[in-house]
């Protein structure tokens, strides 16, 4: 039931940025001036990358991420995670000459046969999504063999014992570690399909697809209206029922959901039914609003208990829901896109450093003396 149509899809991968900037930018901010605003972000966009990328380049190259109080690395994945999941923006970018340097680092340091435990949903978004969305960008066929080796060695996560993948698995030797817990968060069990379903699209070679629609309908057959938990586990499939948000651990859940509607030509309608019930319940169970401001945020409900309490991550939501507008969905879902995107304006704009905090508490006590949110400044770094 593939539609593969033009090389558009690939975008659905990993581009929530520049879905974010595209789709709310536009439909808010068009206007006669918007061009020239459009090309000053633009601009400014570009250069923020060329700086970081700089750094990168100096202190971490090849490496999985850059430590840039301490000038160091992190190899915990040992596949040069940042590189490969720069590749399309380098190339979105018009960065010639970094991107054939990058090119040339997968071709000649890129080893996947590894004695080295990873954790699948972190590489299946990071890594295999790097290549194939730069695949399909460029037609280079590097990228291609490489994602098609590393969908091989994350396939053993896949078990017939239960719909629930494994966590991690051994690049070299095919060995699945169950999670210590016993569960998995939801959102590394729903958002491994678009990239798997592409490489059974692009290969001819189901197994990749049947895998994670097995992942996908596990999660479905126990749900109960549009909501998920955090936990899901392993062995079962079951939901461990608690708090419910759209933060970390089901954040991604929901994004997948419209993207695999997207991404078949819009010819698999369950995942617009499955999409459109969990904005409907999100925007029954977790709509809140502060005083005195009457700002729009998504709490967490904990049984009949609202929770005033929004996580930075959940600031993915508006470009989502101004995705799906654009595609067809509810008028509905566009006014909500623009006032929770107000509110993580203002998350930035109101904090001391204009970073805005991994997480606030919302005033809706009525108290109108009070702030509509209290931003608490911690040192972090060392």
């Known amino acids: 039931n593939f539609n593969p149509t033009s090389k558009k899809r690939c975008l659905l991968v990993n581009s929530l940025l520049v879905v974010c900037v595209l789709a709310i930018l536009y439909i808010w901010n068009h206007s006669e001036s918007s061009t020239t605003t459009a090309a000053i972000r633009r601009q400014a966009i570009v250069k923020a990358f060329k ?133 998995s968060p939801v959102s590394e069990v729903g958002s491994l399909q678009l990239e798997f379903r592409d490489l059974s699209l692009i290969t001819g070679d189901p197994r990749y697809r049947q895998a994670v629609d097995a992942a996908m309908q596990g999660l479905q057959s126990h749900l109960q209206g549009g909501l998920v938990p955090r936990l899901v586990t392993q062995a079962t499939g079951d939901f461990v029922h608690g708090a419910y948000s759209i933060g970390a651990g089901v954040d991604s859940y929901y994004e997948y959901l419209l993207k695999q509607y997207l991404q078949t030509g819009k010819t698999e309608r369950k995942f617009l039914g499955w999409y459109e019930e969990a904005v409907t319940s999100i925007s029954r169970e977790l709509l809140g609003y502060s005083v005195p401001s009457h700002l729009v945020f998504l709490g967490t409900r904990n049984g009949t208990d609202f929770i005033p309490y929004m996580e930075h991550v959940t600031c993915f939501f508006p470009a989502v829901l101004a995705l799906g507008y654009l595609h067809g969905c509810r008028q509905a879902h566009l006014p909500l896109a623009r006032e929770l995107m107000h509110t993580c304006y203002l998350l930035y704009k109101r904090s001391p450093t204009g970073l805005a905090p991994e997480a606030v508490y919302f005033n809706n006590r009525r108290v109108s003396t009070q702030a509509d949110f209290e931003i608490k400044v911690r040192l972090l770094c060392k």
């Open 51 to 183: 700086h970081a990328w700089k750094g990168y380049r100096k202190y971490a190259w090849g490496k999985d991420e850059l430590k840039p109080v301490s000038g160091t690395s992190d190899e915990s994945l040992g596949l040069g995670t940042t590189l490969i999941d720069s590749l399309d923006t380098l190339w979105l970018m018009g960065l010639e000459e970094e991107f054939a340097e990058a090119r040339q680092w997968v071709a000649e340091k890129l080893v996947l046969n590894q004695s080295r435990f990873v954790n699948l949903f972190d590489v299946t978004i990071r890594i295999l999504g790097g290549l194939l969305s730069t695949y399909h960008l460029t037609g280079d066929s590097l990228f291609l063999e490489k994602a098609v080796e590393l969908g091989n060695r994350l396939i053993p996560c896949f078990s017939a014992s239960s719909t629930v993948p494994f966590p991690e698995v051994n690049l070299a030797t095919a060995q699945v570690v169950a999670p210590t817990s016993g569960c």
